[in-house]
C-alpha cells in the first residue's frame, strides 16, 4: 500500500493505490484547506516534495503553470501512483469553519451602480447536516463563523420553484455574522446570468434563500507581519473591503493597500467606504483605476498595472486578490514572477459552473 508522508506534522498515512489525495487527507483529519473538490477553487493546494501523483482534470486558474513548476499540486486533482512525501501550504495559519447548511432570509437589496447590487442576509435557521432544518433555528449551530475573504454557495428559486445555486465571497465582516446573524454580497446581474438575473424578480426583500458555507482560502491571515496589498476587479471589491477593514479593526499597523479597479466610471463604487477608512486608520491608503475612460481624478489602465507601478518590492508582503479569473491569474502570475512566495498570494478564482454540475445541484435540490 502506498504511504502518504508530510514529516512537518509527524504523519504517515496508508493509502490505496490511484486512492484521491484529498480524500485521504480528509480520512486521517490533516488539516488542509478543500471547497469545490473539482480542481477549481484551489484551496486544496499542498507540496509535492517526493514521488509522484497522477494530477488532472483541474482549471489552470486553480494551478497556474509557475506553481506548478514549484511542486505544488492540489490534492482534489491528485491520484496516488506511490509513496509521496507532502508539505502543506500555511500551516502555521490554517484556520478551518465548519462547513453550514442555512436558511436566511433577504433584508434588502440595493443597487451600488448599475446592475451591481448588495444583497444583505439574515440568518433564520440552521439547516443541519441533512439540510432539511427539520426542528431546527437560527440558533441551533451557534453563531455563523468566515474568515474574511472567504465565499458561501448561495441557493435560490427561480419562477418554476427550481433551486439555482451560484458561490459568492462575502462583504461584510466576520463580526456581523457572528453577532448580529447578517450577511452581505456584492453579485453583479447579467441577463444571462442563472442566480443575478433572479435580483430583483424572485430575490427580493423577504425571500427566503439557502446558504453553505464558508468555503475558500482566500482569507485574511492574522498572524502576517508586513504591508498587505487587496487587489480587487469589480464585485471583487465586496470581500477585498472585508478582509481590509478585518486587518485595520485587528489592530495591523504594517501598510493596508487596497486597489479596486473597474472597467468604466459608472460601475465605481464603494469609495465612501474607502475613504471612511483612510480617514481613520493613517496606515491604509486607496487607489480606485478605471480602465475605459477615466475621467480627471480618477486613474486610468488595468488594476493589476497600477499595483505593479506602485509597488517594486513585494517582500514580506502578502497580496489578496478577488475578481474575475484573467485578472486573478494574471496578477498571480505576475507576483510568482517579481519573487513573491505562492503561500503569500491568496486567490479564489471563479468559474461558471459546469452544466453537469448545475443539474447535479437541481437534482438534489429536488429531492430534498
Same mark, same amino acid.
Not at 305 to 316: E, H, I, P, Q
Given at each position: 500500500?502506498?504511504?502518504?508522508?508530510?514529516?512537518? #506534522?509527524? #504523519?504517515?498515512?496508508?493509502?490505496?493505490?490511484?486512492?484521491?489525495?484529498?480524500?485521504?487527507?480528509?480520512? =486521517?483529519?490533516?488539516?488542509?484547506?478543500?471547497?469545490?473538490?473539482?480542481?477549481?477553487?484551489?484551496?486544496?493546494?499542498?507540496?509535492?516534495?517526493?514521488?509522484?501523483? !497522477?494530477?488532472?482534470?483541474?482549471?489552470?486558474?486553480?494551478?497556474?503553470?509557475?506553481?506548478?513548476?514549484? /511542486?505544488?499540486?492540489? $490534492?482534489?486533482?491528485?491520484?496516488?501512483?506511490?509513496?509521496?512525501?507532502? /508539505?502543506?501550504?500555511?500551516?502555521?495559519? *490554517?484556520?478551518? =469553519?465548519?462547513?453550514?447548511?442555512?436558511?436566511?432570509?433577504?433584508?434588502?437589496?440595493?443597487?451600488?451602480?448599475?446592475?451591481?447590487?448588495?444583497?444583505?442576509?439574515?440568518?433564520?435557521?440552521?439547516?443541519?447536516?441533512? &439540510? !432539511?432544518?427539520?426542528?431546527?433555528?437560527?440558533?441551533?449551530? &451557534?453563531?455563523?463563523?468566515?474568515?474574511?475573504?472567504?465565499?458561501?454557495?448561495?441557493?435560490?428559486? !427561480?419562477?418554476?420553484?427550481?433551486?439555482?445555486?451560484?458561490?459568492?465571497?462575502?462583504?461584510?465582516?466576520?463580526?456581523?455574522? +457572528?453577532?448580529?446573524? +447578517?450577511?452581505?454580497?456584492?453579485?453583479?446581474?447579467?441577463? %444571462?446570468?442563472?442566480?443575478?438575473?433572479?435580483?430583483?424578480? $424572485?430575490?427580493?426583500? &423577504?425571500?427566503?434563500?439557502?446558504? +453553505?458555507?464558508?468555503?475558500?482560502?482566500? *482569507?485574511?491571515?492574522?498572524?502576517?507581519?508586513?504591508?498587505?496589498?487587496?487587489?480587487? $476587479?469589480?464585485?471583487?471589491?465586496?470581500?477585498?473591503?472585508?478582509?481590509?477593514?478585518?486587518?485595520?479593526?485587528?489592530?495591523?499597523?504594517?501598510?493596508?493597500?487596497?486597489?479596486?479597479?473597474?472597467?468604466?466610471?459608472?460601475?465605481?463604487?464603494?469609495?465612501?467606504?474607502?475613504?471612511?477608512?483612510?480617514?481613520?486608520?493613517?496606515?491604509?491608503?486607496?487607489?480606485?483605476?478605471?480602465?475605459?475612460?477615466?475621467?480627471?481624478?480618477?486613474?486610468?489602465?488595468?488594476?493589476?498595472?497600477?499595483?505593479?507601478?506602485?509597488?517594486? !518590492?513585494?517582500?514580506?508582503?502578502?497580496? *489578496?486578490? $478577488?475578481? %474575475?479569473?484573467?485578472?486573478?491569474?494574471?496578477?498571480?502570475?505576475?507576483?510568482?514572477?517579481? &519573487?513573491?512566495?505562492?503561500?503569500?498570494? =491568496?486567490?479564489?478564482?471563479?468559474?461558471?459552473?459546469?452544466?453537469?454540475?448545475? =443539474?447535479?445541484?437541481?437534482?438534489?435540490?429536488?429531492?430534498?
Amino acid at each position: 500500500m502506498p504511504t502518504v508522508s508530510i514529516p512537518a #506534522l509527524g #504523519l504517515q498515512l496508508q493509502a490505496e493505490a490511484d486512492e484521491n489525495l484529498l480524500k485521504v487527507l480528509r480520512r =486521517h483529519r490533516v488539516p488542509i484547506g478543500w471547497s469545490c473538490k473539482r480542481g477549481e477553487c484551489g484551496s486544496c493546494k499542498c507540496v509535492l516534495e517526493r514521488g509522484e501523483v !497522477d494530477l488532472q482534470g483541474y482549471q489552470p486558474g486553480a494551478l497556474p503553470a509557475s506553481q506548478r513548476e514549484q /511542486g505544488i499540486i492540489l $490534492a482534489c486533482s491528485s491520484r496516488i501512483v506511490g509513496d509521496v512525501q507532502l /508539505g502543506l501550504v500555511d500551516t502555521d495559519d *490554517y484556520i478551518e =469553519h465548519p462547513i453550514r447548511s442555512l436558511a436566511c432570509r433577504v433584508l434588502w437589496l440595493r443597487e451600488l451602480a448599475p446592475e451591481v447590487f448588495a444583497l444583505r442576509l439574515r440568518i433564520v435557521a440552521d439547516l443541519g447536516e441533512g &439540510g !432539511d432544518g427539520a426542528g431546527a433555528d437560527a440558533a441551533a449551530g &451557534g453563531p455563523f463563523l468566515f474568515s474574511a475573504g472567504q465565499y458561501a454557495h448561495l441557493r435560490a428559486r !427561480d419562477a418554476r420553484g427550481e433551486w439555482i445555486g451560484r458561490d459568492f465571497s462575502m462583504a461584510g465582516t466576520p463580526v456581523e455574522a +457572528e453577532y448580529d446573524g +447578517e450577511l452581505e454580497f456584492h453579485i453583479r446581474r447579467t441577463p %444571462s446570468g442563472s442566480f443575478s438575473g433572479l435580483l430583483g424578480e $424572485a430575490i427580493v426583500a &423577504g425571500t427566503e434563500l439557502r446558504l +453553505e458555507g464558508p468555503m475558500g482560502r482566500a *482569507y485574511f491571515r492574522p498572524r502576517h507581519e508586513g504591508p498587505l496589498y487587496a487587489v480587487a $476587479a469589480g464585485t471583487g471589491l465586496g470581500p477585498m473591503l472585508s478582509v481590509v477593514q478585518t486587518a485595520l479593526d485587528n489592530g495591523k499597523t504594517d501598510p493596508v493597500v487596497l486597489y479596486a479597479g473597474f472597467r468604466s466610471v459608472s460601475e465605481v463604487y464603494g469609495v465612501d467606504r474607502m475613504e471612511e477608512l483612510a480617514r481613520r486608520h493613517a496606515q491604509f491608503r486607496a487607489h480606485v483605476v478605471v480602465e475605459f475612460d477615466a475621467p480627471g481624478g480618477l486613474r486610468g489602465g488595468r488594476v493589476g498595472d497600477a499595483l505593479f507601478a506602485d509597488v517594486k !518590492d513585494f517582500r514580506d508582503a502578502k497580496v *489578496y486578490l $478577488a475578481g %474575475s479569473p484573467a485578472m486573478v491569474e494574471a496578477v498571480s502570475a505576475e507576483l510568482l514572477t517579481r &519573487g513573491l512566495a505562492s503561500r503569500d498570494v =491568496h486567490a479564489d478564482a471563479f468559474y461558471a459552473p459546469a452544466p453537469e454540475a448545475i =443539474h447535479a445541484a437541481r437534482a438534489g435540490a429536488a429531492k430534498g
